[in-house]
DNA sequence: ATCTTACCATACCGATCGGTATGATGCGAA
DNA sequence: TTCGCATCATACCGATCGGTATGGTAAGAT
């Protein structure tokens, strides 16, 4: 474990066939065939699902190619190794889960309770999906291995929600708040909290907890700071 | 990786040495000796320190004996397997936890904005140390391969926290609250995904957010809710 | 028709894994 | 003094790990 470098990684450098290609190629894009496309995403797919489940250190690459239908060699010659394959992997992910998110909430110039209302229901509705409970749990467990990575999470999921809500809370004035971006971290960390008591520590089995019970505590905490209208 | 039982694990139901002697012996009490207690103290550590660095999957028995100071063998005639290691090492931590952490609280008929000050406080202390951390972070990311961990967890640290504030809630007059416990959840739920995203995700290195202002936002919370006294 | 390319199957590499076997050493109780 | 016991050191077990090598096959481009 971590010892010797045991000249297996002495390699370190080394590139992947594709990337010799790209560096010698004229065109920046690879163009990839079209077999070769799908296998890529087949490796994805089970690189993915094993990781999730088993965690980093757990998933092996055996296991990755066996079911990604493809031999080990395959994947080696489209990700570097076995880090390169999990932190691209992730990441990818990582990004492709705040494409889908932040697009609803574009469509609101609703008041303030309502627009809280929805993203809570996105984030919600997001952990009712088993692969993105996995994937929180992943991202914590490994937050220490893979740091970038949860900075990345940070960055593209986090951060962006927290700079929504106080925006909106800024852009009204129904409500008056006097520190609104620790009001928006108390809005989705309660939120975002219950998800993990509930989902990752399956909390819903020892003390199950309606959600819709806390968005409605969370909007009456909102409705308290109701401007005194006349 | 989990295919065929290979003959290996077949044993399955073999006992430790210790608990065989326990068995046949009259009283209850195995009455180790002091310097098999010592061995077994040390090896409890070092299993603590390594499973919590590299998780369940990362930590090796050989590390965990070296780190101990103490040969394989000794963990085996101590602990069945890694496994019950695992298992035995971070649930009595999770019980050390809670004991040395509700003591506090019982010197308080304090107001209510007090007594959580007091609670976030020992929330947010407990994640200045390193190794809490750690835990925390295992305990997640541990979560579906040890679900009894996180139902430990939960029962020991998250339930009587819960409790003690919506019975404080509830012992009082001064505030008045329609969900007592939604309440409560927002307010631990806050201070912990607080803690979480600045402590486990390096959120402290992107999205630095300081935990007094937190606490103050949701003391302020608390604030909204007096009744109106004359 | 040749050549390249990506894949396949299989087998191998050294290292490490969890766990066990053997046999020696030292120590407290009888 | 003898015995039992926990620990020691060392070496071993089969399995699996991440990663590589070899050599063959099929398809697309020239």
Redesign the interface.
């Known amino acids: 474990?971590m010892k010797k470098s045991t000249g297996r990684q002495a390699k370190a450098q080394q590139k992947t066939r594709r990337e010799l290609k790209k560096f010698w190629s004229d065109d920046g894009e690879p163009e990839l065939s079209e077999v070769s496309r799908r296998k890529r995403s087949q490796i994805i797919d089970a690189a993915l699902e094993t990781f999730l489940?088993?965690?980093y250190?757990?998933?092996?690459m055996?296991?990755v190619a066996e079911r990604a239908g493809v031999i080990k060699q395959t994947i080696y010659s489209h990700f570097q190794d076995k880090q390169t394959l999990f932190r691209e992997v992730i990441a990818s992910l990582t990004v492709d889960y705040v494409q889908n998110a932040l697009k609803k909430p574009e469509l609101s110039n609703q008041p303030l309770p309502v627009v809280l209302r929805m993203i809570a229901e996105t984030i919600l509705a997001r952990h009712q999906d088993a692969q993105h409970i996995?994937f929180v749990?992943?991202?914590?467990?490994?937050?220490?291995?893979f740091?970038e990575l949860?900075?990345l999470?940070?960055?593209v999921t986090?951060?962006p929600v927290?700079t929504l809500i106080v925006e909106r809370i800024k852009a009204q004035k129904t409500y008056k708040f006097?520190?609104p971006?620790?009001?928006a971290?108390?809005f989705?960390?309660?939120?975002?909290?219950?998800c993990?008591?509930q989902h990752?520590?399956?909390?819903k089995?020892?003390?199950p907890?309606n959600a819709a019970?806390?968005v409605?505590?969370?909007v009456?905490?909102v409705e308290?700071?109701r401007v005194a209208s006349r």
Chains 1, 2 share one sequence.
């Open positions: 474990m489940e088993l965690g250190e757990g998933a092996s055996n296991l996995r749990r992943t991202m914590i467990g490994e937050a220490e291995r740091p949860a900075k999470f940070t960055d986090v951060h927290l006097d520190d971006e620790a009001f971290r108390v989705i960390g309660t939120v975002v909290n219950h993990l008591q990752i520590l399956h909390g089995e020892l003390l907890f019970r806390l409605d505590e969370l009456a905490l308290l700071h």
